[in-house]
């Protein structure tokens, strides 16, 4: 399975109760505390591929929102990628408090 980008990885997060663009932007922007922000352009082009890659689903659309929602397979690879990104963090961890421990 192939490792998530950072703002797939926060869309999906975001994904995970339905939500329409202009949400998922200020989602990702709080969850953040405002260290990554997304544009629209941006953010559009990434829920095509998600969408094509069956990570996630338009669930509506009412008045031109589109509402979007995480799949079963998209949230297999949320959890995935979590497990993932803990891991790489321990060993970020270890080796610089090895690295203070030397100095």
């Not at 949320?78 to 803990?86: N, W």
């Amino acid at each position: 399975m192939e490792p998530l980008t950072d703002l797939n990885y926060l869309i999906l997060l975001t994904l995970l109760e339905p939500k329409h663009g202009y949400a998922i932007m200020q989602d990702v922007s709080d969850l953040t505390q405002d260290e990554v922000t997304i544009g629209p352009a941006s953010m559009y082009t990434i829920l095509k591929k998600l969408e094509k890659a069956n990570d996630i689903q338009l669930e509506t659309t009412v008045e031109r929102k589109k509402t979007y929602l995480i799949t079963a397979q998209g949230h297999e690879k949320l959890i995935a990628d979590v497990k993932r990104r803990e891991r790489l963090t321990r060993l970020g961890k270890k080796l610089l408090s090895r690295e203070e421990a030397d100095s």
